[in-house]
């Protein structure tokens, strides 16, 4: 029903998480069409479910969950339509983006979503250790090693001679 307190109170948490998502969105895709398409479906999503999501300590996290997951679909269809070798051929993607991206990709989905989020998007290590359900530490280790492996990989790319 129009003018609800759910409708009131969906309205409100799109207000302040949808730069954080959009946000999101843009790293993991590099494209604002993109970034703009992914945000709006993990919203509706949350609106979809706004009577369970809202009762949740942390609703946006739910959302950044569901994000990320319409993300890692949103790169496998894209690899699907496109063979690996021509991506950057092909992409209207910045090179380097797409070499971010193989970077964050190499990683455990865990470590590759809280470098995107923290680093990313400014999620603080404390709420990422709670929406991970993890210890800060362990948040901090694999921020650590995936800066670590992600900036070998960047280096490694700017290094190897590819054909232009």
């Known amino acids: ?57 942390n609703p946006e996290a739910w959302a ?11 790169w496998r269809k894209t690899r699907r339509r496109r063979p690996p070798d021509q991506l950057a051929t092909t992409s209207v993607q910045p090179e380097s983006h797409l070499e ?3 970077a964050l990709q190499s990683l455990p989905a865990n ?3 809280a470098l995107v989020l923290h680093d990313g998007v400014g999620i603080t290590v404390a709420q990422l250790a709670l929406e991970l359900a993890v210890p800060e530490g362990t948040v901090k280790s694999w921020l650590s090693r995936s800066r670590r492996i992600v900036a070998e990989q960047l280096t490694q790319f700017d290094q190897d001679p590819a054909p232009r």
Request: aromatic share 10%; no cysteine.
């Open 1 to 57: 029903m129009p003018g609800s307190r759910d409708e009131a109170s969906f309205d409100a948490f799109f207000d302040a998480a949808w730069g954080r998502l959009q946000g999101q969105a843009y790293v993991l895709t590099g494209s604002r069409e993109s970034a703009q398409d992914l945000t709006q479906e993990t919203l509706l999503r949350v609106w979809q479910h706004w009577d369970t999501v809202s009762a949740m300590d």
């Open 64 to 74: 950044r969950k569901v994000l990320q997951n319409l993300g890692i679909e949103w």
């Open 100 to 102: 971010l991206a193989q």
């Open 111 to 113: 470590h590759a979503r």
